[in-house]
């Protein structure tokens, strides 16, 4: 009986070992993907930023329609 309830917690532990192995790896992979996008969002605001006049807002602009 005690044997039977060793192997099973133990067959629980192997499988809890591989679920928490599996989420870190996508967590990792994850984590690359924010970086990946966080970098790319900082060099679009930089080309932004070269491209807008630094006084000037797109919004405050008359269409040329007006």
Request: glycine residues 2%.
């Amino acid at each position: 009986m005690m044997e039977a309830r060793l192997t099973e917690l133990e067959s629980k532990l192997a499988f809890a070992e591989d679920l928490l192995d599996t989420l870190n790896q996508t967590v990792v992979r994850q984590q690359g993907h924010i970086d990946s996008l966080q970098q790319q969002l900082r060099l679009l605001h930089q080309r932004l930023q070269d491209v807008l006049p630094n006084d000037d807002n797109p919004r405050d602009e008359i269409p040329p329609h007006y």
